[in-house]
């Protein structure tokens, strides 16, 4: 009997199988191989290929077997199999790939009916096939799974943190009778820009699966399903082949392959789409024995249906708003939407009490979607629906939503979901693949074939550059390209003349070089003086910075000099070179170039005449800054933040808010600074956050954002939120010498603002010149952007109007002679204490933008303190030395 079973294991892992116990008492001492027959859906055939690798090894319910020397590999001629040169922690067929810069096929012999094909890739250098040169297309039978599929962009573009440079595809593909073999072909995509390319595989999996289970089964008429936009019914013909994008387990946990039915389908937790704030989650437990009479039981794992997300018990508030999910795809193909549901809610009884709407790509499909009636009033009765629906366009990625909303005329007015999958179809033409992703941060690989010649005029140069990227971005480049150069009078043949590999500080990085100027370090020691201690302005644990004058002496520039041969600062000083040659502000400071070359890494930016904001507020000689300066350098602030979340292509999250990265300039313009830790927001893939490691400064680090490591977004605008405490306060946000109520700015601040008494936070020196109405509503939106909870945060847009409203009331108040006397207003109304989250954005829509650099109506003595851009993760900044 154990040995049967041997014979029959597929490697199925001891957690992914429902076990009848009768079974388990016999297998037991066969673990860790359990017998195929005990997964739901045992299916017939299965190959997990680990593409050149020479042994067999079992993973995860998985039994991957080497291709060396296998059958499958049917044209082989050249290809080689390697290990990657960086190995990769993640588990799985990634220890050695199968390469080649000519075509090469694995010919699988199958029996007919349809398949999940998955492929897996590492994208990772191996021997002399580097990593970026990997650009290929991808058929099976007669479909194009992938075409100039480009695999490090793809990589860079996914961003799974958990799985970074791992790339995962799935298909399902139906082999007609007959049809005795798949093939699929690996052919490397040759053209003028890409002569090196080549194809790779790390992985192959192919799996039969039920007949029906996504193809349409011709003699069931419901489960046919309806095409959004019309009545009509559209059938998953056997001829097509579907590309799943999105596999979803709605408000639950990500399931394994080796914890689904046995087809190893993975399911992923949707928090990532879910675009409504506000939502509930409610897992049912694992009491209720689910019955699947109306779909078969290998459809999805029981655990799908145990979560479901609703939109909570608020009541009539649900009526104002969809449960939204917001689908990234590829437009110009046709999709198929599968919703998955199961009524477990002990409150809802029959049919009829709980109704909703379903809107997909916003349009109506149905208006009456009721899981009791669908299920003849049993509960705990899995059920999917079908949809089909056409996104039109050129294939750019857009946003495919679904939205449930309740019926009005129900017993609970609530909307519910348990799981979604969302395949492509194929195109007329067979064709699956879509356009590969923008690159990242629109930066143009340093194009390294080009980069030894001199290419000695313009265009060429630009071609090069348009090799590397694709239309729309190149578009936007050269803009950018152009901007910059006449701005900056940067000639272009100096900036890619000076890239040459060997004087950088280690030519391994590519660096956006046709994006700001070059320094080189002779211009730098010129502009310095040798780095002369007497231009030193400020310093910290980075290193240095200096005052220094380029063009012939007349413009004045900070230098900032990175520790020579701080390898820990190298991704910094990467990522601020990236970022900031991108951006162009008001509120942004500007990088005017960098240097990078005998092991020196050296920023340059626009001279900040007043240094930082916090040489402004304490702990300073500076004579103290007035409210309206105050409130202008507040709201040019929080512009350069929306900027950057709203602004650019993708959201920029700063993630380094705080009053020494805000620095000023001659005219007290406030403008942000230090891109340091700056990270791109949720692109693609991921909607809503970035799961990252905890960085930014002691004092302004959003809660949630330290508690759950989600990084949104918000967790600027809470840091922001901090910053405006301090404006008003003229105070740090932690002082550890204070008594224990005011150690913590923020806990006190809240703690004013509930007894009514905020004035009690306020920099004496303002006495006498805030008007009430101004302080309250200052107030509110502080405090506002410091709930816990980040969704709550008013967006920066929403901040930036509220604080022109601040100085509109402030403006009009000093008009009418309403000033602060300095006492309390715990007599006036009590807008405190209960509400700020009354504070609408709609109330501030109207008001007018205004200036942001302030009057200027007082001058100050011009101590140069020039305390620029510390870094709290290396090391606290300290006063600067020097003068
Ligand atoms: C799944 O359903 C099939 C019939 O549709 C049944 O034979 C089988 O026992 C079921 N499996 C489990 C684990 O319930
Ligand atoms: C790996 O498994 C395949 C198929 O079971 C077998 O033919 C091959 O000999 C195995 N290779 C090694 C190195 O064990
Ligand atoms: C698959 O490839 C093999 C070898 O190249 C070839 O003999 C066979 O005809 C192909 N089969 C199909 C269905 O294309
Ligand atoms: C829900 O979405 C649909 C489709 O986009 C829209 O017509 C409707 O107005 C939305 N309802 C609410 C309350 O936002
Ligand atoms: C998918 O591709 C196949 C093969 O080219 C074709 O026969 C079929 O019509 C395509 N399906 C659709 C929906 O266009």
């Given at each position: 009997m154990c040995a049967a079973s041997i014979a029959l294991a597929i490697s199925m892992d001891t957690n992914c199988i429902r076990i009848a116990l009768g079974t388990i008492l016999l297998i037991l001492p066969c673990l860790p191989f359990l017998s195929i027959a005990e997964v739901i859906y045992p299916p017939l055939e299965?190959?997990?290929?680990?593409c050149g690798s020479s042994t067999n090894f079992t993973l995860d319910g998985r039994n991957w077997i080497g291709d060396n020397n296998s059958k499958l590999l049917s044209e082989s001629q050249g290809s080689v199999a390697a290990p990657p040169n960086t190995p990769t922690a993640i588990q799985g067929p990634y220890t050695y790939a199968r390469l080649s810069h000519s075509q090469f096929t694995y010919s699988f012999s199958l029996k007919a009916g349809p398949k999940f094909v998955r492929l897996f890739f590492y994208s990772a250098s191996y021997q002399s096939f580097y990593r970026t040169k990997a650009y290929f297309s991808v058929t099976a039978g007669p479909y194009t799974l992938l075409r100039d599929f480009d695999a490090s962009l793809n990589a860079a573009a996914d961003d799974d943190p958990g799985q970074p440079d791992i790339l995962f595809r799935e298909y399902c593909i139906n082999l007609e009778d007959g049809q005795k073999q798949l093939n699929i072909t690996f052919i490397p995509s040759k053209t003028a820009q890409h002569p090196y390319s080549?194809?790779?595989?790390?992985?192959?999996?192919?799996?039969?699966?039920?007949?029906?289970?996504?193809?349409?089964?011709?003699d069931d008429y419901d489960g046919v399903p309806q095409t959004v936009g019309t009545l009509s019914q559209y059938h998953i013909e056997n001829s097509s082949a579907l590309e799943t994008i999105y596999r979803l387990n709605v408000a639950g946990k990500d399931i394994t392959g080796s914890e689904d039915t046995g087809m190893l389908r993975t399911w992923k937790a949707d928090d990532n789409y879910l675009t409504t704030q506000s939502t509930t989650s409610v897992d049912f437990g694992r009491i209720t024995k689910l019955s699947f009479n109306m779909t078969q039981n290998y459809t999805a794992p029981d655990e799908v249906y145990r979560t479901v997300r609703?939109?909570?018990?608020?009541?009539?508030?649900n009526m104002r708003f969809n449960l939204t999910w917001q689908l990234p795809v590829d437009s110009g193909f046709t999709y198929l939407l599968r919703l998955h549901f199961c009524e477990l809610d002990p409150f809802v009884l029959q049919a009829g009490d709980l109704m909703f709407v379903i809107y997909i790509a916003d349009q109506l499909v149905t208006n009456r979607a009721d899981v009791l009636l669908w299920t003849d009033n049993q509960k705990g009765v899995p059920v999917v629906r079908d949809y089909v629906v056409l996104i039109p366009g050129n294939r750019k990625k857009l946003n495919l939503s679904l939205k449930i909303h309740p019926h009005p005329l129900r017993r609970f007015e609530d909307a519910q979901l348990n799981a979604l999958e969302l395949f492509k179809i194929n195109d007329s033409t067979g064709n699956l693949a879509g356009p590969n992703p923008d690159p990242p941060l629109q930066t143009p690989k340093a194009p390294v074939e080009n980069s030894k010649k001199k290419s000695s005029d313009t265009t060429r140069t630009l071609a090069a550059v348009a090799g590397a990227v694709s239309g729309v971005v190149l578009v936007s480049l050269i803009v950018a390209f152009f901007l910059i150069k006449r701005k900056k009078n940067v000639a272009i043949d100096k900036c890619s003349n000076q890239k040459d590999g060997s004087s950088h500080g280690d030519g391994s990085s590519s660096l956006p070089t046709n994006l700001c100027r070059h320094f080189s370090i002779e211009e730098i020691r010129a502009a310095t003086n040798n780095f002369d201690e007497l231009f030193i302005v400020g310093t910290g644990g980075f290193g240095n910075v200096y005052k220094g004058y380029i063009e012939d002496s007349s413009t004045p520039v900070?230098?900032?000099?990175?520790?020579?041969g701080s390898r820990q600062g190298v991704d910094e000083f990467v990522t601020e070179i990236e970022m900031l040659s991108q951006l162009r502000h008001l509120n942004l400071v500007s990088l005017l170039g960098y240097c990078y070359e005998s092991n020196e890494m050296i920023l340059v930016y626009e001279f900040m005449d007043h240094g930082a904001l916090r040489d402004h507020l304490y702990d300073t000689d500076n004579p103290s800054l007035s409210w309206k300066q105050r409130l202008h350098i507040c709201i040019g602030v929080a512009r350069g933040l929306n900027y950057l979340h709203t602004g650019v292509k993708h959201m920029i999250i700063h993630r380094d808010v705080k009053s020494t990265n805000i620095l000023l300039d001659a005219k007290w313009a406030a403008k942000v600074s230090d891109f340091g830790l700056s990270r791109i927001g949720p692109t693609g893939i991921s909607m809503t956050h970035v799961n990252t490691g905890v960085k930014g400064s002691i004092g302004y680090l959003d809660p949630e954002y330290y508690k759950r490591l989600r990084l949104t977004e918000k967790s600027d605008v809470y840091s922001f939120?901090?910053?405006?405490?301090?404006?008003?306060?003229?105070?740090?946000?932690?002082?550890?010498?204070?008594?224990?109520?005011?150690?913590?700015?923020?806990?006190?601040?809240?703690?004013?603002?509930?007894?009514?008494?905020?004035?009690?936070i306020m920099d004496a020196e303002l006495k006498g010149q805030i008007a009430p109405v101004c302080l309250r509503k200052f107030g509110d939106v502080a405090l506002s952007c410091l709930?816990?909870?980040?969704?709550?945060?008013?967006?920066?847009?929403?901040?930036?109007?509220m604080l022109e409203l601040v100085l509109q009331l402030q403006d009009s108040a000093a008009n009418d002679g309403v000033m602060e006397s300095g006492r309390d207003y715990e007599d006036s109304e009590d807008v405190f204490g209960s509400s700020h989250s009354s504070v609408h954005v709609s109330d501030y829509s109207k008001s007018t933008g205004l200036s942001t650099t302030s009057e200027g109506d007082r001058s100050y003595g011009s101590k140069e303190s020039f305390v620029l851009i510390s870094n709290d993760v290396f090391s606290e900044i300290k006063d600067p030395k020097g003068r």
């Open positions: 299965l190959f997990s290929i680990s080549y194809a790779f595989i790390n992985g192959i999996e192919i799996v039969s699966m039920p007949p029906f289970l996504y193809y349409t089964n011709p609703n939109m909570g018990t608020n009541g009539s508030m900070a230098i900032k000099r990175l520790k020579p939120g901090v910053v405006l405490l301090e404006v008003l306060s003229g105070r740090q946000p932690l002082l550890h010498w204070e008594e224990k109520q005011r150690i913590s700015l923020v806990k006190w601040a809240k703690h004013c603002c509930e007894k009514g008494t905020l004035s009690k709930f816990e909870d980040g969704t709550q945060r008013p967006s920066m847009k929403d901040v930036v109007g």
